[in-house]
């Protein structure tokens, strides 16, 4: 619209809630906790607070978890596409500041999933239910790790990815973990510590897979006339993409692409960057295949290339390009829908306080640009931010 506002927009608060293993909180306290965390970080007011946006709690997600926050927001999402979320939402947040439909959205999001099972409140989920077009799948065992193993074993035969280079996505994983103190798991393992875990879903084994934790984590995002008034260096919204992909796996046209092919050439090109500009990048990681494929979809190689990219330490905290510095979700924490983790360690990461885990520049700069990209369902939708700082 001709004359519409337009305005920059920066993350000016990012926060974590306790992660790891929490067993005596609920997912509502984790929200609040979160929340709290975020705004004591950006220095802002609570009262600045005029959109929110969560998903996955509650029977009206988000009003639930706004009422117990005591915000009453007149800007709202409730996107729910798996654990591109936050991605999705973020890009949605985005546009609505930029024409004005709010100042500052808050981000949350909280889960106790591991401590649920824990404690006999829920077991694991082994399908997403058997009504649509999942009717066609869910008799006969189609898991989602099953489908995420399918589209692994079909990246193998098609390009001869093999086992040991997925492997190594989660070694490296496991090794910037280690830096990490808030990481649920430190200790360093092998390949052939991967390779010789008990079988989940072929060809992937347990270490292959997403750890189960409890955690939550926010964010704020303002328009610049906040920035003034924030306790931090600002970290800018550059640019961001969204894509939806399938459901059922028979209209997935390619098990070796992704929607991030969509979703990061989008953002990339709204940002004005190239892939090969990235300092690091926070990429979904439910199971090892999904940075490999993502890395090639992203760009930062050509496809059926993964396997190679991921080798000798490249996705390190000190390697060519670092991958999930904080450990990602295969060593570090995932209660769920994970990628508004990935906005949270992007932040911290560009403005440098990452501790023992900051990832820097050749020159020993802090870096300046990010990517972080998030999956959802199995490949079905992307969501992709790019972050630069100054």
């Known amino acids: ?42 220095g802002l007011d609570r009262s600045v607070v005029d959109g929110f946006g969560s998903a996955g709690l509650g029977t009206l997600a988000p009003a639930e978890v706004a009422e117990y926050l005591g915000l009453r927001p007149t800007w709202v999402d409730s996107t729910a596409v798996g654990g591109a979320t936050w991605e999705v939402m973020a890009s949605h947040a985005v546009d609505a500041i930029a024409a004005g439909h709010a100042d500052a959205v808050l981000l949350v999001y909280g889960s106790t999933a591991r401590a649920d099972i824990r404690a006999g409140r829920r077991t694991s989920n082994l399908s997403f239910g058997g009504g649509g077009p999942l009717q066609f799948e869910v008799p006969y065992g189609h898991t989602l790790v099953s489908k995420y193993a399918m ?74 006339e906040y920035v003034a008034d924030s306790a931090k260096e600002p970290v800018w919204v550059l640019g961001s993409g969204t894509a939806l992909s399938h459901t059922t796996m028979s209209e997935w046209d390619d098990f070796t692409v992704s929607p991030a092919a969509v979703s990061g050439r989008l953002a990339f090109e709204r940002a004005g960057v190239r892939p090969a500009e990235i300092d690091f990048a926070e990429i979904y990681d439910a199971f090892t295949y999904m940075t490999l494929v993502t890395l090639e979809d992203l760009g930062f190689c050509a496809k059926g290339e993964g396997g190679a990219f991921v080798e000798k330490g490249r996705l390190l905290r000190d390697g060519a390009l670092p991958v999930n510095t904080d450990g990602g979700g295969l060593s570090a924490c995932h209660p769920g829908m994970r990628g508004l983790f990935l906005l949270v360690e992007a932040v911290r990461q560009l403005r440098g306080e990452a501790g023992e885990g900051q990832v820097r520049r050749r020159d020993g700069s802090l870096p300046a640009l990010a990517v972080a990209s998030g999956t959802g369902g199995w490949f079905c939708s992307s969501g992709t931010v790019v972050l630069g700082r100054g």
Do not use: W
């Not at 974590?16 to 950006?42: C, E, I, K, M, N």
């Open 1 to 42: 619209m001709a004359g519409a506002p337009s305005r920059k927009v920066a993350v000016v608060g990012a926060a974590l809630s306790d992660t790891g293993r929490v067993d005596d909180a609920t997912p509502y306290a984790l929200h609040a906790q979160a929340a709290r965390r975020a705004l004591a970080d950006s």
């Open 151 to 224: 589209a692994a074993r079909r990246h193998m035969h098609q390009y001869g990815t093999t086992i040991e280079q997925l492997a190594e996505v989660a070694v490296q994983a496991r090794a910037n973990a280690a830096t990490n103190p808030d990481a649920m798991f430190r200790d360093p393992i092998t390949v052939d510590d991967v390779l010789s875990g008990p079988l989940i879903a072929d060809p992937f084994t347990k270490l292959h897979c997403c750890i189960r934790s409890d955690g939550g984590c926010a964010v704020l995002l303002a328009a610049e």
